[in-house]
């Protein structure tokens, strides 16, 4: 595989809307020890992208500044301590920035290999969501089957990934969405219940729905003046996880009320781990997840796919909130 000196790539120009993503040209980055060179087929638009692209959430000093977080192609060069071997595999990888581009490094020890039948788009909308998800819900608040999770923005590409992996491990999925339809594409997708957080109060509707036991675990992005509400649709000894700040960044508790139904108040960020945790979280997921992937029981919700050239309007499509699952930009 002949690899060029410079490559296409979509940069941030300034901090603002989609419009400050512009095509530009880079060089192409060279591989580390135990790193590998991906010639990308695809990358994956996630929240963060967006939030970086308006300046608030800068990447770690040791990252590409170039947004993208998932990527899937095949391994076109690989750095010391990595089997050459690996060159021309397929696969799907968690990058620290940077996929928003023809080719980009990432540690081998954070990529997937790609089972016959998944496509490159859809390969490139697992990574990110994957693992984001398994960690907080199933390391963080630790899941098991019979659980029942409360997951704020059904529809989202996190939302569709909690359903998803609460359908495969026989946990109850109660899902927050903003309009009838988005309710009925998460029931579509294997929610056990949604509710149109505009219509009715979703403390009210989880109660409801529980009989008033309440929810195992909550899976919130929002923040701000959702958390003491979320802590109400908690049964106790429930869990409660952040891994968003989209609604605000502060909250008001009633400090009581987790003392004596004995709640567990975590959250995590992903980007900011180290490669070594990431390393680890990769390969638990080959162990219990990955054989579900293979199988094809475990495919992400595909909302729109846009040529890396029209990245902004990926960007645009995501701020709008009308999508239903992952956004992905193709290459070449």
């Known amino acids: 595989m002949t690899i060029p000196e410079r490559m296409n790539a979509v940069a941030i120009s300034a901090p603002g809307g989609p419009e400050v993503l512009t095509m530009t040209q880079v060089p192409v980055p060279a591989p580390g020890p135990g790193d590998v060179l991906i010639a990308v087929a695809a990358a994956g638009v996630n929240r963060p992208d967006v939030l970086q692209r308006q300046g608030r959430y800068p990447p770690p000093p040791d990252a590409s500044p170039l947004p993208g977080l998932e990527v899937a192609g095949r391994i076109a060069a690989v750095g010391e301590g990595v089997d050459p071997g690996q060159i021309g595999r397929r696969v799907c990888a968690l990058v620290p920035g940077g996929g928003y581009a023809e080719y980009a490094v990432t540690p081998h020890a954070q990529c997937l290999p790609l089972p016959e039948g998944l ?3 859809e390969a490139a909308a697992l990574p990110e969501t994957l693992m984001t998800v398994w960690h907080n819900l199933f390391e963080r608040a630790y899941v098991v089957e019979g659980d029942s999770v409360l997951i704020h923005g059904g529809t989202s590409g996190i939302g569709t990934m909690a359903v998803a992996l609460c359908r495969i491990f026989g946990i109850t999925s109660i899902v927050t969405c903003g309009s009838d339809t988005k309710c009925r594409a998460a029931l579509d997708w294997g929610a056990g219940h949604a509710i149109n957080y505009r219509e009715e109060d979703f403390v009210e509707a989880v109660k409801r729905i529980t009989g008033g036991a309440g929810v195992t675990v909550v899976l919130d992005m929002v923040g701000g003046d959702y958390l003491p509400r979320n802590l109400q649709c908690l049964a106790e000894d429930g869990r409660h996880v952040s891994i968003a700040v989209l609604g605000g960044a502060r909250a008001e508790l009633f400090i009581p009320i987790m003392m004596g139904r004995r709640l567990t108040l975590t959250g995590s960020t992903l980007r900011p781990r180290s490669a070594g945790f990431k390393a680890l979280l990769v390969d638990e997921i080959m162990r219990t997840v990955w054989p579900h992937v293979a199988e094809g029981m475990l495919r992400p919700a595909m909302d729109r796919v ?14 709008a909130g009308d999508h239903v699952g992952k956004i992905v930009l193709t290459v070449g």
């Open 119 to 121: 496509s490159m788009e």
């Open 306 to 319: 846009f040529p890396l050239a029209e990245a902004a309007a990926a960007h645009a499509r995501m701020e």
